[in-house]
């Protein structure tokens, strides 16, 4: 497949203030599932979609991302003078990617973020990896969106079916499903009051975006929450060009709630290698004293 998308965005400005006080010094982005922090689930997303040029959009406190995939030589000849070889190319894989950070200074919302990483974009389609949706990796969901991409060159979202008590959550789109499980989008609201939605369909956080989005979202004013919106510069852009969508039906873990974290956690450890079989064993035992907690 020739990759048309090369470059990918990964907003990591917010506050992350559902997991205070564990992010008041370091940033949520950081939080490991088991033993790799949510970003770099992200970047191995894209990296496996032969992404070469990765931009994250950081801010006050985000430090230990820039750290983090960086070239570390104390810990490299630690690993080396202990012949850790596996580590060792664990840890050197990841700062072997073109990295570039801008800092968002005020966080103004998901739009501005974007709109932060203009000069690195320039005229390129790319995508946007929001960390904390969690894909499983052996789901293909960018893969299958670049594909669409390269069909029709346009604006694809990442789409979900989600329940009438969550749709307060997330942007929520209406339109036609013009083949399996591809939408064209005629509508889209951040965030709605359940009456208020298109539809069930909510946006999930992937999304391939055409360097025209620029222009809107320049010009998109604050909105839900007082912030800038991606979801009302695409609105803005439907009125011009096709928005596709593409129905995900793999497994996606929210990350960004606590909840969801755990849920993600809990079935990420019962699949490492290192501590699957300890884990479940932990796991059944907890489970059965919880039954019989219950059952007394
Ligand atoms: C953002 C978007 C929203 C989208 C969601 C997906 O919201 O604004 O449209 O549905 O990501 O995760 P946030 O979760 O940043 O509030």
């Known amino acids: 497949m020739i990759n048309k998308v090369r470059k990918a965005v990964f ?17 949520k982005e950081m939080l490991p599932i088991v033993d790799k922090p949510l970003i770099q689930y992200a970047v191995e997303e894209a990296e496996r979609c032969h992404i070469k040029e990765f931009i994250m959009i950081t801010g006050k406190s985000k430090r230990a991302i820039e750290d983090h995939f960086d070239y570390a030589w ?11 070889d596996a580590m060792l190319e664990e840890v050197r894989r990841l700062s072997q990617h073109q990295f570039a950070y801008i800092r968002q200074g005020a966080p103004l919302g998901l739009g501005h973020a974007i709109l932060c990483a203009r000069p690195f974009v320039k ?50 789109i209406g339109g036609t499903e013009i083949k399996n499980n591809i939408f064209e989008i005629t509508d889209m609201v951040e965030k709605p009051k359940p009456s208020a939605a298109p539809s069930d369909i909510a946006i999930i956080g992937r999304y391939i975006l055409t360097p025209d989005i620029f222009e809107f979202l320049a010009k998109t004013q604050p909105g839900k929450g007082g912030e800038i919106q991606l979801t009302d510069a695409l609105k803005a852009l439907l009125k011009k060009k096709p928005v596709y969508g ?16 755990l849920r993600a956690t809990v079935e990420f450890a019962l699949r490492n290698p290192g501590v699957k079989d300890q884990f479940r064993e932990y796991l059944l035992s907890t489970f059965s004293s919880i039954m019989s907690n219950k059952e007394s």
Request: charged share 35%; hydrophobic share 35%; aromatic share 10%.
């Open 11 to 27: 907003p990591a400005a917010g506050l992350g203030t559902r997991f205070l006080p564990a992010t008041k010094a370091s940033p």
């Open 74 to 84: 104390e810990l490299e000849e630690n690993l080396k003078s202990k012949g850790k």
């Open 123 to 172: 005229d390129e389609p790319f995508a946007v990896i929001l960390s904390d949706d969690i894909i499983d990796p052996d789901d293909d969901l960018l893969e299958e969106m670049i594909h669409i991409y390269n069909k029709y060159e346009a604006t694809v979202l990442a789409l979900e079916r989600v329940p009438k008590e969550e749709i307060h959550r997330y942007g929520v």
């Open 246 to 261: 593409y129905l995900f039906q793999g497994k996606r873990y929210d990350a960004g709630d606590k909840i969801g974290y």
